[in-house]
């Protein structure tokens, strides 16, 4: 490829069913060990190989690039609290990319991007990230607490501590009225 060339567009058969809405920001064909496909990262979310849905940016935990693959947690809702998802790591997808183009850093932008606010509180009995995050075509905030690994889901006491440490972000990050 020449200084100024682009990577073709994304062939039609490879086209996920893109919302009314939603546009290709970048794509590259993917291996995962499972047979080929294609990783297209749109405006409102990231479409995987295998999948029938695409997972909105707000819905990926952590997204890692190592150079020759990306690896992706998405989230794995556990509960729905008063204001918020319990959520926990979903299985990690990993995709080897040999053509990434702009494609890790779309998704590394947008996840990013996602994120308004996060904070980890030690916990009885374990730990928990409080976060808010910006969902692609919705005004507003949506609330999570990620149990760390080993934390009880089921801990009365615990999820009481998650509902208070909800309800002290929520106003420390509300909007002032002047």
Do not use: C
Request: hydrophobic share 40%; charged share 25%.
């Amino acid at each position: 490829m020449g200084l100024f060339s682009r990577k073709p567009k994304l062939p039609p058969a490879d086209r996920p069913p893109l919302a009314a809405d939603e546009r290709v920001l970048a794509w590259a064909a993917a291996g995962n060990g499972e047979g080929d496909g294609v990783v297209v990262a749109s405006n409102l979310g990231l479409w995987l190989p295998g999948r029938g849905h695409r997972l909105g940016w707000h819905d990926i935990l952590k997204a890692v690039w190592s150079g020759r693959e990306l690896t992706v947690t998405p989230t794995e809702h556990v509960a729905e609290r008063d204001g918020y998802a319990l959520v926990a790591d979903g299985p990690a997808e990993t995709y080897l990319l040999l053509d990434p183009g702009e494609l890790p850093h779309q998704v590394r932008a947008r996840v990013t991007r996602s994120v308004a606010y996060t904070e980890h509180h030690r916990l009885p009995g374990g730990a928990a990230r409080v976060a808010a995050r910006r969902v692609a075509g919705v005004d507003g905030l949506t609330w999570t607490v990620r149990l760390d690994p080993g934390t009880p889901a089921d801990d009365v006491a615990l999820l009481a501590e998650t509902d208070h440490l909800v309800t002290v972000a929520r106003a420390a990050t509300a909007p002032v009225d002047g």
